[in-house]
């Protein structure tokens, strides 16, 4: 994880987030949002929630992405379509309870791990508890197994869910967790790691741009009404999903947008005290005072955008005031017969801020020219290294030997399929590459460096 991308590639500086760090931010985030309950909710200190397996959530919920982030997301869904998609989040379920090499059915009770027998997956992965397992099923749908069975909404994006593959564990989870099969299944553990996730992306991230310099609290603020409409709609979207009925007469507008920038950035567009006291708001200072002081205040507002960019007392200062402010805003809804699926979520002011902040990160960076010519190198990365592997003929034996054992233990084309893409989705960024040399000769590593 320390090697896969969380906002920027992992190889351009050593400050940016990866998933790794990302990873322990949401968990140290996660983890006071359930000691909080625990402490403060009559109904929390009744049933309590369990803050190692909230830790434990947070820590795993990234483990499925793939090198090169959302794109190498897509890239992968884009192979796969004919054989069940791919989907960060059902892929940390399979690889915690398949891929992973600590047990098989038959391993370590016996000398032999077999993998795969008679055409069956017999690993285990880490073989958690059921409960461990549902702490990372955020999503309680199955992934349609053939591209026409998506909706037209989603066939230009990764689907959501669990894939085929795991549709009999999950059923065993419902069971196992409850003692029944809800259609609308998730954890309070999982549902309080989804909005560590969303708290974490929506400051972490954007400290990230800061410091990269793609964007300062002053180029948002000026930002034009096109790019603030697409961020105004990415929000409202989510608002309809999350909140229904309620969001009806809470919709985020431009002149929203501009507001929240506003108060969230107060220090910065506020007039100094200084400059209050040069131009006293009760005293006349004619137009060319006025035009000094536009001049000055815009000085002033563009010299504090630049330093909490630049200074990292400032920027650490801010996202710390911000993780707590959004920290205070988590919600629950009790479900008093059975508490382990209880709700959280944030205020819907709160998740009206946090959306638009997060919006603003993903939108003003992932269309950046510069990140636009890394997205676009991942993909293409990932596809020629998915089709030379698939190759009927020669491909196939160019998998590591442990790939090659699962592979070759399976007959059919979809399992094949799948394999070679848990083997793409489980690459470092700096392997993918590394890995993309070998096949087409591009200063590649010697062939005595094992792979």
Not at 22 to 44: D, R
Not at 113 to 118: G, K
Not at 119 to 144: C, Q
Not at 306 to 318: I, M, P, T, W
Request: hydrophobic share 35%; charged share 30%; glycine share 6%.
């Amino acid at each position: 994880m320390q090697g896969k991308t969380q906002l920027f590639p992992s190889d351009e500086n050593d400050f940016y987030r990866n998933r790794l760090t990302h990873s322990l931010e949401v968990a140290q985030i996660a983890s006071g949002i359930a000691s909080n309950l625990n402490a403060f909710h009559a109904f929390f200190q009744k049933n309590p929630i369990d803050v190692d397996l909230t830790y434990f959530a947070a820590l795993a919920h990234d483990l499925g992405h793939p090198p090169f982030g959302h794109n190498g997301e897509k890239a992968l869904d884009r192979l796969m379509t004919r054989y069940g998609g791919f989907e960060g989040n059902a892929q940390t379920l399979r690889i915690i309870a398949r891929l992973e090499k600590k047990e098989t059915r038959s391993f370590p009770r016996s000398e032999e791990p077999n993998p795969i027998t008679n055409n069956e997956d017999n690993r285990l992965g880490l073989n958690p508890t059921f409960r461990s397992l549902a702490s990372v099923l955020k999503y309680d749908k199955m992934i349609p197994q053939i591209a026409e069975d998506r909706k037209e909404s989603e066939r230009k994006r990764p689907v959501k869910g669990y894939y085929f593959t795991e549709a009999a564990l999950v059923k065993e989870i419902k069971q196992n967790v409850i003692g029944a099969e809800p259609n609308d299944f998730k954890t309070i553990e999982c549902g309080i790691m989804d909005v560590a996730d969303d708290i974490a992306y929506s400051t972490y991230d954007l400290e990230d741009s800061f410091k990269a310099g793609f964007i300062s609290p002053l180029k948002i603020l000026a930002f034009d009404n096109a790019f603030k409409e697409r961020v105004v709609k990415a929000v409202n979207e989510q608002l309809d999903k999350t909140y229904r009925e309620e969001a009806k007469d809470k919709y985020l507008t431009t002149d929203g947008f501009d507001k929240i920038i506003v108060t969230t950035f107060e220090k910065i567009f506020t007039v100094s005290d200084a400059l209050k006291a040069r131009y006293p708001i009760d005293k006349p200072i004619g137009e060319d005072g006025i035009a000094e002081l536009a001049i000055i205040a815009s000085g002033q507002t563009s010299s504090a955008s630049q330093s909490l960019c630049e200074d990292g007392y400032l920027r650490g200062e801010f996202t710390s005031k911000l993780v707590h402010e959004f920290m205070s805003a988590v919600k629950v809804v009790e479900v008093a017969g059975i508490p382990q699926l209880s709700k959280v979520y944030l205020d819907i002011e709160t998740f009206k801020k946090v959306e638009m902040l997060k919006a603003i990160s993903y939108m003003s960076i992932i269309s950046a020219p510069r990140l636009k010519m890394a997205e676009r190198r991942g993909g293409s990365i990932i596809k020629l290294i998915f089709r030379t592997l698939a190759d009927e003929k020669e491909g196939r034996r160019l998998l590591p030997e442990d790939w090659a054992e699962v592979y070759f233990g399976f007959t059919g084309d979809e399992m094949r399929k799948r394999t070679i893409c848990d083997f793409i989705a489980n690459m470092t960024d700096r392997y993918c590459v590394e890995f993309y040399s070998r096949i087409v000769g591009l200063n590649p590593p010697s062939i005595h460096k094992p792979y």
